[in-house]
């Protein structure tokens, strides 16, 4: 790739930014000071020192968030703030998108990455990568519900979905109030939803809090986000 992409891609600043920075001969590609901005490098065999000090370049990014209630997720939109909005100018350079979709008053964990082969994957039905999800229901949910879970529902649309684990944290009787958790593998739109009103049920609340190995840090408040860990990662692409 050229000299300035490695460089805006690495969060030195815009291409017109680099660009000077190349002007003033701080940038070295294998020992050669290099000032145009067209130079080709592979950053994967050649050493690039910027004023001395080698350059960590990561082709991948990610990022986990948890995601508030407010903002869409996807990577533009002309009414809502995006999760994009959510990350530094810096951490935006190199294009991360969110992985699947979560509704706009869903919270929870949602991961950032530019990584298309592992967004394929985890997206892919054939995977079957398990999404864990906490919900607070309108209704009691019974016994019923969680063998029908497993049996697979008939949606709105006649789509038969794929069995799924429905577990009981707490039921309030007096206000009829459910709290559940479920586990299911794919990610039909607005699917927890349209589960419980396929069972004459409402979502209240619904939260991610995993996907495949990927879990929510309880750290992270409700907006924030981190980069993965390379440990995260490798258990993602295992
Ligand atoms: N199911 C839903 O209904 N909404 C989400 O955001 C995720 C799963």
Known sequence: MRIDKLL???GLG??????????????EINGE????????????????LIAGE???YQEYVYFILNKPAGVISATEDDMHETVLDLLQPSDIVQEPHPV???????????????????T???????????????AEIKGIVTEKDITKFKEGVELDDEYLTMPAELTIID??????ISKIEIVIQEGKFHQVKRMFHAVDKEVLYL???SMGSLSLDPLLELGAYRECTKEEVQRLKA
């Open 8 to 10: 805006a891609h690495s």
């Open 14 to 27: 815009t291409r017109k930014e680099v660009k000077k920075l190349l002007k003033t001969s701080i940038v």
């Open 33 to 48: 000071t290099v000032k145009d901005p067209k130079t080709q490098v592979n950053p994967d065999v050649d050493e690039v």
């Open 54 to 56: 080698s350059l960590d």
């Open 100 to 118: 699947g979709r979560l509704d706009i008053d869903t919270e929870g964990l949602l991961l950032l990455t530019n990584d298309g082969a592992l």
């Open 120 to 134: 394929h994957r985890l997206l892919s039905p054939k995977h079957h990568v398990d999404k864990k999800y906490f």
């Open 171 to 176: 039921i309030d009787t007096e206000e009829e």
């Open 207 to 209: 939260k991610r809090l």
